[in-house]
Nanobody
Framework: QVQLVESGGGLVQAGGSLRLSCAAS????????IGWFRQAPGKEREFVAA????????DYADSVKGRFTISRDSAKNTVYLQMNSLKPEDTAVYYC???????????????????WGQGTQVTVSS
């Protein structure tokens, strides 16, 4: 069974940076899609970014383009989310999720993903 473990969350001031990690185990990940989603209190879980591990191609939500970067370390089965120029509205629990094949048009649809991590809290103070 696939397991995903997020880490790297914390409290940061506006304008600061954090790097989240998503460590995957229990599968062969070469063809997977790994996505990052976030959920703020009282809001729906929303797409942030995704990477297709077979090609390294990426997608981003408009709200984070130019500020966040998703990347992978295939040797470690780990996907990272580098978050720069953080804003208070980025405050949320961040989750990584996996799908065992490349996603394209549906990459932002949380219902397409099969496995989820437990989440890591990111709080950005103003």
């Amino acid at each position: 069974q696939v397991q995903l473990v997020e880490s790297g969350g914390g409290l940061v001031q506006a304008g600061g940076s954090l790097r989240l990690s998503c460590a995957a185990s229990g599968g062969t990940f070469s063809s997977y899609t790994i996505g990052w989603f976030r959920q703020a209190p009282g809001k729906e879980r929303e797409f942030v970014a995704a990477i297709r591990l077979s090609t390294g191609s990426t997608d981003y939500a408009d709200s984070v383009k130019g500020r966040f970067t998703i990347s992978r370390d295939s040797a470690k089965n780990t996907v990272y989310l580098q978050m720069n120029s953080l804003k208070p509205e980025d405050t949320a629990v961040y989750y990584c999720a996996s799908k065992s094949r490349p996603l394209y048009s549906s990459v932002g649809d949380r219902y397409k993903y099969d496995y989820w991590g437990q989440g890591t809290q990111v709080t950005v103070s103003s």
